[in-house]
C-alpha cells in the first residue's frame, strides 16, 4: 500500500504496484506456513526461484528504475490468399427444422407450384388467341420447369428429412402420403400408410380428391406404375388403346362453360393417364435417339462424344426428367409437377395441340426454302470472306433440317424395336407442343447465327441499305420519287441506322458515302483518300482493327438461351439480377421507341431487386415478345433479293462506271456490292464538284446525283409483291 501511495497520480503503475504487494503478501504467508523456520532446503530453493519471477514483474514496469522498453513488434495476423478472397468459416450453424416447419415449407411449396401452373395456362390460352407466338409460349414454359427445380432440390435436402432421417427422393410418396393424413385429419400416422388409388376413392370422398389434386397424389400413382413396365435393355410401349382412347377436348363443355375440375374426378384421371401412358415413355425413345445425334460433330464442330449425360433434347426440361425417371424407375417431385403441367397444356389448348407441330414443321420448311434458294441467286464464284468449312457447316445444318422435316425419330425407333407393328404413325409431337417450340426455338438461333455469317460475308443487304438510305436523301429532288421498301424499313428498325451506319446517323450523301467505307472495314486515312478519289476505290488495309462490319444479333434473350439450347443437361439457363435487369430496361425502352406501352402479365409492387418466379416468368415472356421481330426476319431470304435488286443497279450504272473506271471495275457477281461503294464515291464527287462550281451551295443535303437517281430507279423495279416478305413473315403480337 506504500507503493501505492508513492507514486501518486500514476494510476497504471498503482495498479500494478497494487497486485506486486498483494503477491508479496501471499510469499510470506506461504513462506510461514509451508516451511517455518526449519524447512527442506530445496522446498525453500525452489520457493526462492518463484519469487525471483515475482520481483521481474515487478521491475519490468516500474518507473522508478529510469529504464524504458521497446515496443514489441508482433507479425500481422494472416490473410487470407486472393483478392476479394474471405476465410471460410469452420463451423455452420442452421436452425433445426421441426415437423411443424416442414410440413408448412412443404404446403408452400405447393402453393407456389400452384401459381406457377395457373401461369403456364394463361400463357397457352394466350398462344391460342394468337396474343403471343409458340416459342414464346414454350420457353416461357420450359424455364418456368427450370426455375422449379432448385426450390424443389432445397425441399428434398433441408425438409423432406425432417419426417424421414434418411429420406431419399424415391421416399416421395411416404412424405406426400403423410403431408394429406396431416391436412385432413390434423394428426400424423404411420408413415406406412398408403393412400388408396385415385380410381378407387368413393363418390363422397370430395375433400380427399381436393388433396389428391393439390398434391398431385395420381399423377405419382401413374407414374409409379409406368415404373413397373420400364426395364433396362427393353422399349416398353403400349399399343393404341389398350388404356382407352384420349379424349383432347375432354373437359370443355361449350355450352355448360364448364372446365375439367368439374367432371368426375376417375375419368378425369383416366383421360390423364391415357396421355401421360402414351406419351411419356414415347420420351424414352426420343432420349434414345437425342443421345446418338449429341455423339456426332455439332454445327460448331465441336465434338460432343465424352460428354456423358449428352442429349440432343436436354434443353427440354421433361426430357432431363424423363432420363432420370428411366435410370433410377422413381419419379421425382419434379417430375410430377411436370407431368402436371404437360397435362394442362394439353386440356388448354383444346384439342388443337397439332397446330404446334404445323408451326413448326411450317418454319423448318422456310427456312430449307432459303436455303435452297441460294444456288438461283448466289453467284458460283463465292467471296473470299465466305470459306468451304462455312459452306460445309451450312450444309450440315440444311441436311438436320430435312431429316427433322421427313423422319419421325419416334416412328423410327419404335418400328426397328417393334417391326412392322411399331410402324404406326406417332402423336407425340402432336401431344408435345412445348417441345415443338423450343425445338423451333433451337433451329431459329442456329439459322439466325448462320444468316448473319452469310450476309455479312457476302454484304449484299449492309450495301443495299446504304444505297436506300442514299436515295432517301434525295427524295425531294424534282421529279424523284423513292418507293417505299417495307422489308429494308423493318431491317433499319430493328438494327437502327446507327448500328447500319457505324454508329452515326447520316445526314448528308458523304456520311453515307463515310459510313459505307466505314462498315466495309477502310481505315480511316483511305477513306479520306477515296473521297477525293476519281478513278478507282483504293485497297483496304489489312489491319485487325479495321475489319469489316456487319450486322449482329446479340439481345439478352439470346444471352439467357444459347448455351441452353447446346443440349448439355448440365447447363441452366442464365438468370441473374443484372441479365433481367438489363432485359427490363431493354423492353421499356424498345417499347417507347414504338410508342407502345409495356405491360407485363405480373407487375412488381415494390423496388427490391428481388423477383418472385411469376414475376421473372413475366419479364422473360416480354423480351421474348420482343425478340419475335428479330427472330422470324429471314435475313438469307432478305439477302437473296438483295442480289436481285444489286444486279439491277448495276445494269443502270454500268455504262457510267465503265466509261469512269473501266469495264472490270468489278471481277465477278461475288462482287456485286462493290458497285455501291463506287455509285457512293463518284456521286459524292460530283456533290463537291458541284459545290467548287456554285451550282450548290456548300452544306446542302440536296445532292442530285444522276447517277443516284438512276440507282434509285432500279431500286424500285424491285416488284411490290417481294418488297414485304419479311413484313408479312413478322406476325406483331399484342403486349
Known amino acids: 500500500m506504500d507503493n501505492y501511495k508513492m507514486i501518486g497520480d500514476s494510476k497504471r503503475y498503482g495498479r500494478h504496484a497494487h497486485f506486486i504487494g498483494v503477491m508479496e503478501e501471499v510469499e510470506s504467508v506461504l513462506r510461514n506456513s509451508l516451511f517455518g523456520d526449519c524447512g527442506d532446503d530445496d522446498d525453500k530453493d525452489r520457493f526462492n526461484k518463484l519469487v525471483n519471477h515475482l520481483a521481474t514483474l515487478q521491475s519490468s514496469d516500474d518507473p522508478r528504475q529510469g529504464i524504458e522498453e521497446p515496443d514489441i513488434d508482433l507479425p500481422e495476423a494472416p490473410r487470407p490468399g486472393g483478392i476479394g478472397a474471405r476465410l471460410k468459416p469452420k463451423r455452420t450453424f442452421v436452425p433445426e427444422t421441426t415437423e411443424d416447419d416442414a410440413l408448412f415449407a412443404i404446403l408452400a411449396f405447393f402453393d407456389d407450384f400452384s401459381s406457377v401452373e395457373a401461369y403456364i395456362v394463361e400463357t397457352w390460352n394466350a398462344y391460342l388467341d394468337e396474343e403471343i407466338d409458340l416459342i414464346t409460349a414454350s420457353v416461357t414454359t420450359n424455364t418456368a420447369l427450370e426455375l422449379l427445380r432448385g426450390p424443389h432440390e432445397d425441399l428434398v435436402?433441408?425438409?423432406?428429412?425432417?419426417?424421414?432421417?434418411?429420406?431419399?427422393?424415391?421416399?416421395?410418396?411416404?412424405?406426400?402420403?403423410?403431408?394429406?393424413?396431416?391436412?385432413?385429419?390434423?394428426?400424423?400416422?404411420?408413415?406406412?400408410?398408403?393412400?388408396?388409388?385415385?380410381?378407387?376413392?368413393?363418390?363422397?370422398?370430395?375433400?380427399?380428391?381436393?388433396?389428391?389434386?393439390?398434391?398431385?397424389?395420381?399423377?405419382?400413382?401413374?407414374?409409379?406404375?409406368?415404373?413397373?413396365?420400364?426395364k433396362d435393355g427393353y422399349m416398353p410401349l403400349y399399343r393404341p388403346g389398350f388404356l382407352g382412347t384420349f379424349d383432347p377436348t375432354f373437359g370443355l363443355d361449350q355450352e355448360a362453360g364448364t372446365d375439367e375440375v368439374a367432371l368426375d374426378f376417375q375419368k378425369q384421371w383416366q383421360n390423364s393417364k391415357v396421355l401421360l401412358c402414351e406419351t411419356f415413355l414415347e420420351y424414352m425413345l426420343l432420349l434414345t435417339s437425342g443421345r446418338k445425334m449429341a455423339r456426332k460433330p455439332n454445327q460448331q464442330g465441336i465434338d460432343t462424344v465424352g460428354f456423358e449425360g449428352d442429349n440432343a433434347f436436354f434443353f427440354d426440361e421433361m426430357a432431363v426428367e424423363m432420363d432420370q425417371f428411366v435410370k433410377t424407375k422413381q419419379p421425382t417431385l419434379l417430375l410430377l409437377m411436370h407431368s402436371q403441367v404437360f397435362i394442362d397444356v394439353n386440356i388448354a389448348m383444346q384439342g388443337t395441340t397439332g397446330r404446334a407441330n404445323q408451326e413448326m414443321r411450317k418454319g423448318v420448311t422456310e427456312m430449307l426454302d432459303s436455303l435452297r434458294r441460294r444456288s438461283l441467286y448466289e453467284s458460283e464464284i463465292p467471296p473470299s470472306t465466305w470459306p468451304t468449312e462455312n459452306e460445309e457447316i451450312t450444309g450440315y445444318f440444311q441436311t438436320e433440317l430435312e431429316r427433322w422435316l421427313t423422319v419421325d425419330p419416334i416412328r423410327v425407333i419404335k418400328k426397328h424395336v417393334h417391326g412392322a407393328v411399331g410402324d404406326t404413325p406417332s402423336a407425340f409431337f402432336d401431344r408435345s407442343p412445348i417441345l415443338c417450340g423450343l425445338m423451333l426455338f433451337k433451329f431459329r438461333l442456329k439459322y439466325q447465327d448462320l444468316a448473319l455469317t452469310l450476309v455479312n460475308a457476302w454484304g449484299t443487304i449492309l450495301s443495299t441499305a446504304h444505297l436506300y438510305l442514299a436515295c432517301q436523301l434525295q427524295d425531294k429532288m424534282p421529279g424523284f420519287r423513292l418507293k417505299s421498301w417495307p422489308d429494308m424499313d423493318l431491317l433499319v428498325n430493328l438494327h437502327g441506322k446507327a448500328e447500319i451506319c457505324g454508329g452515326?446517323?447520316?445526314?448528308?450523301?458523304?456520311?453515307?458515302?463515310?459510313?459505307?467505307?466505314?462498315?466495309?472495314?477502310?481505315?480511316?486515312?483511305?477513306?479520306?483518300?477515296?473521297?477525293?478519289?476519281?478513278?478507282?476505290?483504293?485497297?483496304?488495309?489489312?489491319?485487325?482493327?479495321?475489319?469489316?462490319?456487319?450486322?449482329?444479333?446479340?439481345?439478352?434473350?439470346?444471352?439467357?438461351?444459347?448455351?441452353?439450347?447446346?443440349?448439355?443437361?448440365?447447363?441452366?439457363?442464365?438468370?441473374?439480377?443484372?441479365?433481367?435487369?438489363?432485359?427490363?430496361?431493354?423492353?421499356?425502352?424498345?417499347?417507347?421507341?414504338?410508342?407502345?406501352?409495356i405491360k407485363l402479365r405480373r407487375e412488381r409492387r415494390h423496388r427490391s431487386p428481388k423477383f418472385s418466379t411469376v414475376q421473372l416468368l413475366a419479364v422473360i415472356e416480354a423480351g421474348l415478345r420482343q425478340d419475335a421481330t428479330a427472330l422470324r426476319f429471314d435475313y438469307i431470304s432478305m439477302h437473296l433479293r438483295c442480289i436481285q435488286s444489286l444486279k439491277k443497279v448495276r445494269a443502270a450504272s454500268h455504262e457510267y462506271l465503265s466509261r469512269k473506271i473501266g469495264k472490270l471495275y468489278i471481277e465477278n457477281e461475288s462482287q456485286l456490292p462493290f458497285v455501291v461503294g463506287y455509285i457512293l464515291q463518284w456521286a459524292t464527287v460530283s456533290g463537291k464538284i458541284a459545290v467548287s462550281l456554285g451550282i450548290k451551295n456548300e452544306g446542302s443535303k440536296e445532292v442530285g446525283s444522276k447517277l443516284l437517281l438512276g440507282s434509285a430507279k432500279a431500286l424500285n423495279e424491285l416488284p411490290e409483291r417481294e418488297g414485304n416478305v419479311e413484313v408479312k413473315r413478322v406476325k406483331k403480337v399484342k403486349f
Open 504 to 597: 452515326r446517323v447520316p445526314e448528308t450523301l458523304e456520311d453515307v458515302h463515310l459510313a459505307f467505307l466505314s462498315m466495309m472495314g477502310y481505315t480511316v486515312e483511305r477513306r479520306d483518300a477515296s473521297l477525293n478519289a476519281t478513278t478507282e476505290m483504293p485497297p483496304r488495309l489489312t489491319d485487325a482493327n479495321y475489319a469489316p462490319k456487319g450486322l449482329e444479333y446479340q439481345t439478352v434473350i439470346l444471352q439467357m438461351f444459347e448455351a441452353k439450347l447446346q443440349g448439355h443437361k448440365q447447363v441452366s439457363t442464365r438468370l441473374d439480377i443484372s441479365l433481367i435487369q438489363s432485359l427490363l430496361k431493354t423492353i421499356k425502352l424498345q417499347a417507347m421507341s414504338n410508342g407502345d406501352t
Open 157 to 230: 435436402k433441408n425438409v423432406f428429412p425432417a419426417f424421414y432421417p434418411s429420406y431419399e427422393d424415391k421416399d416421395m410418396a411416404k412424405v406426400i402420403s403423410l403431408v394429406c393424413i396431416v391436412v385432413n385429419a390434423g394428426q400424423t400416422e404411420s408413415p406406412q400408410f398408403q393412400l388408396p388409388r385415385y380410381d378407387k376413392l368413393g363418390p363422397e370422398a370430395h375433400t380427399l380428391k381436393s388433396l389428391y389434386s393439390k398434391f398431385l397424389i395420381p399423377n405419382l400413382q401413374i407414374l409409379s406404375g409406368m415404373s413397373d413396365v420400364i
